[in-house]
């Protein structure tokens, strides 16, 4: 067939990351032309690699969405100039692939009899979860649709996209093109046809819902969305991509990294590392055999040692590093740097030892961090770096305090196999950028409530360094009591920023809002900025201890609750919270739950009309259970 694409473009920042570039690459193989449709202003870079993929570069104002792209494509082409084409192809920039030939789609519609085709389809919903109302039609979703011949020369087609109407909004995206392409054509007689169809997987929208299952059966396309959307969502429907992106690993030579590059600019983190799952539980012994190769560049242990009494325990476990490195210490006398310096001499496995004394002694070990070891880690002479620190916690009781100094060494260091893991996992996922155990929970405040009074300070300086990331909400991913493993090139500018000693508190005033702590919860997004993942890493008596005590906090808070469902849930709470936690002190305990019930009740109508009519016996039975007494 000769076919003509409309590609539909838009990046905030004006940036067409690697995928895309990729996907018209690949695309090229298939069409005779390609007209990019770029809603917005593109960087100077972007532009440039873009126009080599294609035939013309359309650059307009990011108005109306993909649909006034491809109109503009269209406009563009010429309704008499589509008629020279078996094939209109219509695609945007929200998928990545191909993950598979795209010959083998293109073969397989080609053998179908229609008038026009998408890549996928989305089944008729009643109500309409957009308008509360009527129905949402079957249709093709509008990330990719193909046209064909006898319907591109129709007067039909010409009008259609002549009397668009105008689109302001996401749902007018929707409800005026998206579900209304595909009835409207095949109303008047055309034919249509979904090479994933609804049908085939069980479920309303099977590229998103059945991600994985669709990629079993080779979709050449990915949806972005499943990696950044709402996670109590992907809970509840069922979507399982972390399946999906271990079957593209097993099944496909797609490049995860382009994945990786672009929703990194994109995603709040927690979103991120909950939907795709970005955890490792890692076995004692090494996963690839003591036999596979382990050349893992440069590494290095930065530790800062203020109680040297620990130093016995920290070295016994980094000696569970598999390869030679180099020991640098810091801390905040001459005594205790002649001390270290004696206990590493009668160490193994440690190529080059540096022990530094600290000029002041404030921010601890984030000031040592930053401030005196910045001339080692700002280059590129490591490639890998195990943070570490003498971690006490006076501040709380003991059990607490060596319960949390565990859950870092351990989870990081735990075993020659398990560190011969850790290393590994670097190795070969080069977009891994930092390495991470997870939350601290056992005992500690922190799950919902970890920014504590760190967030404004946290913005404060990402706006300095120039970091542009979404942040959490309520939790940020975080190196919590700061000991994880980094490469030094995915923290550049926090070390490349000159840090005074002044700006840290003194002691003993280490406090939430200062820069110490703002910059525990900035590591991690400081790596989002500059292109890498957080991985969560786990040892299994760890994953075991903190996953059962996680499963009970849970089920206990939900034992509280009317309804096991999680999202029901989610909405019952957050209108407590909007009105202000009401509690016998100010009202009755009936009035208050009557009142948030009616509460929620508006709330799910109007905003999940489906899941609304779902759970309406639970709100009528709520109601007359909760009904004040006269």
Known sequence: MRRVAIFSFYNERGIADDYVIFLLEKLREFVERIFVVSNGNLSKYSEIAIRDKCDQLLV???????????????????????????????LNDTCYGPLFPFSEMFLEMESRDCDFWGSAAHQEITPNPFTGAGHLPRHLTANFIAVRKEMLKSGA???????????????????????RFT????????????????????????????????????????????????????????????RALRVLQETSDYDLNLVWRNVLRSSELRNLNTNAALMSVLPDK??????????????AVCAHVYYTDMLDEMLALTENIPVSYDFIATTDTSEKKAEIEAALAKRPGIKQTIVRVIEKNRGRDMSSLFISLRDLLIDDRYDLVCRLHTKKSPQVQSSRGNLFKRHMLENLLNTRGYVHNVLDM???????????????????????????????????????????????????????????????????????????????????????GGLAHALERLIAYAAQDAGYTTQHIMCAHQAAHNYTMLEFKLQKLASLMPSGDFQWQCHMLSEWKKAGYPSANTLSVRHSLAGLNFAVKNSLKFRAPVLFKILRPIHRGMASLFKPKS
């Open 183 to 242: 009835k409207h054509f095949t109303d008047i007689g055309y034919t249509a046809e979904a090479y994933v169809d609804p049908v085939q997987y069980g479920s309303r929208y099977p590229a998103f819902i059945n991600v994985d299952e669709t990629i079993v059966g080779r979709f050449p396309l990915l949806k972005r969305r499943p990696f950044f959307h709402d996670p109590v969502f992907l809970n509840a429907e069922g979507i399982d991509l972390p």
């Open 157 to 179: 087609f010409k009008k259609y996209w002549e009397n668009l109407p105008e689109i302001k909004t996401y749902i007018d995206a929707i409800l005026l093109h998206e579900s």
């Open 60 to 90: 307009r104002k990011n108005e109306g969405f993909d649909v006034w792209g491809y109109k503009t494509g269209i406009e563009a082409i010429g309704f008499h100039g589509l008629s020279d084409y078996d094939e209109l192809i219509l």
């Open 426 to 512: 670097f190795q070969s996922n080069p977009s891994v950028g930092l390495a991470i155990p997870p939350i601290f929970h056992i005992s500690y405040p922190t799950m919902g409530h970890s920014w504590f009074a760190n967030r404004p300070k946290v913005e404060e300086i990402a706006r300095l360094l120039k970091i542009n990331v979404k942040f959490d909400e309520s939790t940020p991913v975080a190196a919590y009591g700061t000991m994880f493993w980094f490469r030094p090139r995915a923290l550049r500018k926090l070390f490349e920023h000159r840090w005074k000693w002044e700006e840290f508190n003194a002691e003993p005033d280490h406090l939430d």
């Open 286 to 299: 090494r996963a690839k055999g003591d036999g596979a190769a382990a050349d893992y560049g440069n590494v």
